[in-house]
T-cell receptor
Framework: DQQVKQNSPSLSVQEGRISILNCDYT??????FLWYKKYPAEGPTFLIS?????DKNEDGRFTVFLNKSAKHLSLHIVPSQPGDSAVYFC????????????????FGQGTILTVHP | GAVVSQHPSRVICKSGTSVKIECRSL??????MFWYRQFPKQSLMLMAT?????????EQGVEKDKFLINHASLTLSTLTVTSAHPEDSSFYIC??????????????????FGPGTRLTVT
């Protein structure tokens, strides 16, 4: 049961344009979402996050939008740069992820972003 | 940001042998560490949650007798793949977070990942 889904396995964008990465989830109890970036043979690195009480969070070139009614979030990168080429994972914090389960995440399948010069 | 290391980065072993992978938090006390497995072109699959000083909590379908996890200190967790078989070949990644977190380092619910270990069982 894939509770967090990234339905686009790959995305190709021209340098300078906007990259939009999408993520859908099924569990309405998720209350916090994170985006991670991963290069091959490396661990993921944190990019940006958003609480379910917000609908937008911005950090430099990265903006995450959350549409709770649609159970959908998206990551916008603008302008895209060749160095942004990587796999992007969205992740959600399951309900009751406190105490000894603090930090436990449910990941989507990832989307491979390629930014062409 | 916080740093998590993993050792070894790559290991090749023969079928039937055991392999130990170490995960260390270098500049913070990791009260909780997570072990993931990633198959090619697939998502990160959480294997287990490890809290310092207590037994690991395994996800459904993960054999706890095969994947032994020890979190004996606030900076070290180990994953031992016992009696490895070719189907255990994968990319194993650990991550760490801290209930004692310094909020100038950690975003809410953020966890820091190690660089991963590529295990190949021949």
């Amino acid at each position: 049961d894939q509770q967090v889904k990234q339905n686009s396995p790959s995305l190709s964008v021209q340098e300078g344009r906007i990259s939009i990465l999408n993520c859908d989830y099924t569990n309405s109890m998720f209350d916090y979402f994170l985006w991670y970036k991963k290069y091959p043979a490396e661990g993921p690195t944190f990019l940006i996050s958003i609480s379910s009480i917000k609908d937008k969070n911005e950090d430099g070139r990265f903006t995450v939008f959350l549409n709770k009614s649609a159970k959908h979030l998206s990551l916008h990168i603008v302008p895209s740069q060749p160095g942004d080429s990587a796999v992007y994972f969205c992740a959600a914090v399951p309900p009751n992820a406190g105490g000894t389960s603090y930090g436990k995440l449910t990941f989507g399948q990832g989307t491979i972003l390629t930014v062409h010069p | 940001g916080a740093v998590v290391s993993q050792h070894p980065s790559r290991v090749i072993c023969k079928s039937g042998t055991s392999v130990k992978i170490e995960c260390r938090s270098l500049d913070f006390q990791a009260t909780t560490m997570f072990w993931y497995r990633q198959f090619p072109k697939q998502s990160l699959m959480l294997m287990a949650t490890s809290n310092e000083g207590s037994k690991a909590t395994y996800e459904q379908g993960v054999e706890k007798d095969k994947f032994l996890i020890n979190h004996a200190s606030l900076t070290l967790s180990t994953l031992t793949v016992t009696s490895a078989h070719p189907e255990d070949s994968s990319f194993y990644i650990c991550s760490a977070t801290s209930l004692l977190r310094d909020t100038t380092i950690f975003e809410t619910y953020e966890q820091y990942f190690g660089p991963g270990t590529r295990l190949t069982v021949t």
